[in-house]
């Protein structure tokens, strides 16, 4: 989290929470199955490459989210929580059958209920706007998320 973020959170009274590791963390790496047998060929034949035919696809396109609880505030007896996420997207090339990183973007976006908080809350939450850029269902978020000003 930044600066910027934390010291954002803190003026209005946000309690911070223990840092956790999500379940993806803890569980154990496993195979697709449980078990292991060895498969019965039907069978077999081959098929040579043929360098006059290009690839099936010049492109791979991947993403990754992972969003963790970073504090809470409490209204009136209810605890509103306020999660902290690191987005991140990436364009690789497929060159001679090796995959290359041609774009990569990513960003952390802090999120809350903020016009909910603003309203049940002026004085604490109303008066300044959250560092970064409002992302919401007014505007045009495609447009938002392509700029690295977050």
Not at 69 to 90: K, L, Q
Not at 95 to 105: K, T
Not at 119 to 127: I, L, N
Request: proline share 11%; aromatic share 6%.
């Amino acid at each position: 989290m930044s600066t910027g973020q934390a010291g954002f959170l803190q003026q209005r009274g946000a309690n911070p929470l223990p840092p956790t590791q999500g379940g993806e963390e803890k569980a154990p790496d496993r195979g697709t199955a449980e078990e292991s047998n060895p498969a019965t060929p039907v069978t077999a034949f081959s098929i040579p490459a043929n360098p006059l035919v290009p690839p099936l696809f010049g492109f791979f396109v991947d993403g990754v989210q992972r969003t963790v609880p970073i504090a809470e505030v409490s209204i009136n007896g209810i605890r509103v929580p306020i999660h902290m996420a690191h987005v991140a997207a990436g364009a690789m090339l497929r060159e001679d059958r090796e995959l290359r990183p041609i774009l990569i973007q990513q960003a952390m976006v802090l999120l809350l209920p903020y016009q909910a908080l603003a309203g049940a809350m002026p004085v604490e939450w109303g008066q300044i706007a959250p560092p970064g850029r409002a992302l919401s269902a007014a505007g045009d978020i495609y447009c938002a998320v392509r700029s690295t000003s977050f």
